[in-house]
């Protein structure tokens, strides 16, 4: 019998994850899970395949992932189709077909884990089947959706131990006034004492799409565009009071961050709120571990309604290889296994949505929401804007077990009123105002008791 000649090797940039390194990867993902529950997220599962026009639309025709960096192929009944390079075009058409806009409260909060393509020029930290986990929040126009969204990128870091995890963050203008903006660039790049200086390849993007010379990772095209007008320049009023309110929050829940105004991000479809954050860990020109950001106006695009958004996307394999893990899984400490696990399907609701009574409220609502959050119950912010009628309507509709109320009274006092949305046994407790330093604790021990049930750490 003839044997085989030579032996098969997985395909160039496609690596296998043996069982030592896919039980790192297992701890990871399923670590992300239990953090998105905590706020809000409910998982999402969207096809490997979509038509290619779903991402040619979305992620835009002149984008590095449209133009080279697809794997399409057309099946055997003609259909061109694509092995998905990102996460969010999925959701957003899952969104859109299933009208998930009529039966929802919104914002619809989904997360999803999954391995992505793309044909890329495989290195260290590239590769071209790598897995995301992301996170989407569909219908959601307030800041304060961003400041949590970037909170729970940077927890999800931190708990890996991604070495010095660095947040960039920058707005990118929406289509009041992104266009003066990029005319303004690429009338920059278009002197001849930058143009001469750009790759090949920017030279072409100075004209069919200026903001990608941007994102360019050439050390030339970065020199050349040093001088280049900024973004926050060119701001629209609503666009810079929603980008200060979204530093306001990340100063108020103490997360530290670099303003870069030449962060624009690789994809076409994002306004406003751009993010990526790096690690120290890595080699530069492989040194984001993640990156997300606003796009509001993509949903729209699809066919539905206008519906604001806002998404990240985690790199696994690359966050884990910033990460200091310990160098060998075997461990000689042994504590006392757990119960042998059961299948429990089924949606969750939120323990706890922080509601605010105005904007004035925002910085300590996002900071109560963490702090509920670290005693191990589901906690968002319900966005203000709304009234409170609205809000409590809504808090209801998502089954929460209780509201915390925040107005300017209750701040005035240092104070919450947290209010249990089922009846107690006791009724003196249907309604109670707590000082805000020890909310976190007193809302668990009012939903669970004293019991551990629910916990995270004895
Ligand atoms: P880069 O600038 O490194 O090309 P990107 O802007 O293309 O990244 P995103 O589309 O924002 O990346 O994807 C989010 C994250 O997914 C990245 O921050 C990175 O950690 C990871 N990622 C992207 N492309 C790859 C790849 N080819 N291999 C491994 N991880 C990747
Ligand atoms: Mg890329």
Known sequence: MAGIDRKFSAPKGISDALPHKAAVVAEATS???ALASLYGYSPIETPLLEKTEVFERSVGDTSDIVTKQMYTFED????SLTLRPEGTAGVVRAFVEHEVYKAEALPWRVYYIGDMFRYERPQAGRYRQFKQVGAEALGAPEPEADVEQIEMC???LGGIGVASPKLV???IGDSVCRPSYVAAL?????????HDRLCEECRQRSVRNPLRVLDCKKAECKKATEDSPRTLDFLCEPCR??????RAGLEAIKIEYRLDPRLVRGLDYYTRTAFEVISGGLEAAQDAVAGGGRYDGLVELFGGPPTPAVGFAVGVDRSLSAARLPESQVTTKRSL???VPSFAPGGFSPDVIVVEIDESARDAALLLASRIRREGLVAFVSPAGRSLKSQMKHADRAGAAAVAVLGPEELSRNEVAIRLMFEPDDYERKQVSIR???AGKAVREMLYGRSNEKGTTP
């Open 76 to 79: 055997k009944g003609g259909d």
């Open 186 to 194: 690429g009338e920059f790049l278009a002197s001849a004492k930058v």
């Open 169 to 171: 963050i920058n707005s």
């Open 31 to 33: 670590f992300f899970s």
């Open 241 to 246: 009071s929603h980008f200060e309110a979204v």
């Open 154 to 156: 940077l927890e999800f």
């Open 337 to 339: 296994p757990p119960a």
């Open 436 to 438: 805000l330093e020890d």
